[in-house]
């Protein structure tokens, strides 16, 4: 009966130990080819905003496409004013400026040849209906063009040159009412005229180039004074003048 006793301690005693040395060695370490490597964090900057301007330009191949879809209205608005003065000819260049948008801020006739205002105003308006689109890079957008027509020279005569002393008498003596349309539209930069004159001193067609938007809203009133006014031709042909306006 001791000797049982013995045993049973012994095999108590075997026990114990074999699980101290389990829980001292622990499983077998990993190997470290196996073990899934996590990406590091990396701290993030300060996001930087795209760079946007005051004034960019208009996409131009959105441009060149209206421009392009327009010509054909433009044609006709030219052919309805030589149908009336059959010496009209010349070019006129036009800017345009958009908003953020698309829609147009506003257009004018910056330099011009031609010499007619409902041309210059059929243009105007139809380059005021489109919409071209979101300006590149920048709040609003802005495009230049430079568009015209020339007499055939074996079919039609064109217009005499004549000096500006032809007109300029007629426009010092309305130059309180020109004054007038500038002030209207808050115009203080250059207009420069165009007369086509026909003997007599009747005026055929006057055209406006002018130097910024305030201008433009102050031409339709300054040719329709400048229409009313009688010049001088002493040809037998239409004259045509173009000098700057007080």
Partial sequence: ??????????????????????????????????????????????????????LGPIDIATWKQKVA???????????????????????????????????????????????DRSVERCILDSLREQNYGPPMDAREGEAAHTYGWELDGDDHRAADPAATTAVSAAINGVKSKIAACRAKASSKGAL?????????????????????????AAADCIVEVLMAQKYVNKSSWTTKVTTELP
């Fill in 1 to 54: 009966m001791r000797k049982a006793v013995r045993l049973a301690s012994l095999a108590l005693s075997l026990g114990a130990v074999s699980l101290i040395a389990c829980g001292k060695d622990g499983p077998p370490p990993e190997d470290p080819s196996k073990v899934e490597k996590k990406p590091e964090k990396h701290a993030e900057g300060p996001k930087v905003p795209a760079m946007e301007y005051d």
């Fill in 192 to 216: 420069l005229a165009t007369f086509y004159v026909a003997k007599g001193g009747k005026p055929l067609s006057v055209g406006l180039g002018v130097s910024d938007a305030e201008g433009e």
């Fill in 69 to 115: 879809s327009l010509k054909g209205k433009w044609n006709d608005c030219y052919l309805a004013a030589s149908s009336k003065n059959p010496t009209l000819e010349g070019k006129l260049t036009f800017t345009v400026r958009t908003r953020k948008d698309g829609t147009v801020k506003w257009a004018f006739v910056k330099e011009s040849s031609l010499g």
